[in-house]
């Protein structure tokens, strides 16, 4: 009889996890062509990408007692995917081999994308960040200091001083 209830215990609680799972994982599928995006816009590689999104996933699920207010669940998650592509940018800074820079020198296209790239790197990441979640994701200053856990005027003031900033580079 003891062995029943506990079969059924397992069961319910399976059944739980199960529920709580799908529905975590369908709210990152929701999001995943944003991510996607971001993702790439800060690592310039379909496959690093793709593991920084999925990186991003498995960061969010253990963490995801953590986080106490589904509404600012996108925004989190956000935040997660530019973690997981800034570890992977420092990761690549320690060892860049020789066929990235073949493949690199292959993507460039014209003299004025490599400009703008190479003004990119020399920002200061904090502009970074706010110059590209705006202009390259359409994000608003409010969605970007959520995301950056910034004042709204922080954001504002970042984005003026990144394009100043990119101007005086280019």
């Known amino acids: 009889m003891e062995e029943t209830a506990d079969n059924t215990d397992r069961s319910q609680m399976s059944r739980i996890t199960t529920t709580e799972e799908d529905l975590f994982f369908n709210r990152i599928a929701m999001q995943h062509r944003k991510l996607y995006a971001i993702a790439y816009s800060y690592l310039r590689s379909e496959a690093d990408a793709l593991e920084a999104v999925q990186e991003a996933s498995c960061r969010a ?20 995917v530019i973690n997981c592509c800034m570890d992977e940018l420092r990761r690549r800074k320690r060892s860049f081999p020789a ?38 994701h359409g994000m608003t200053a409010a969605e970007i200091a959520r995301v950056l856990r910034k004042p709204e005027g922080t954001i504002k003031t970042w984005l003026r001083e990144g394009l100043k900033q990119l101007r005086g580079l280019l």
């Open 61 to 80: 699920w253990i963490k995801r007692g953590k986080l106490n207010n589904l509404e600012v669940f996108s925004s989190w998650l956000v935040r997660i």
């Open 99 to 136: 066929e990235k820079l073949e493949e690199k020198a292959e993507e460039m296209i014209s003299s004025d994308r490599i400009d703008l790239e190479r003004a990119f790197e020399r920002m200061k990441p904090r502009y970074r960040h706010a110059v590209t979640l705006k202009y390259y």
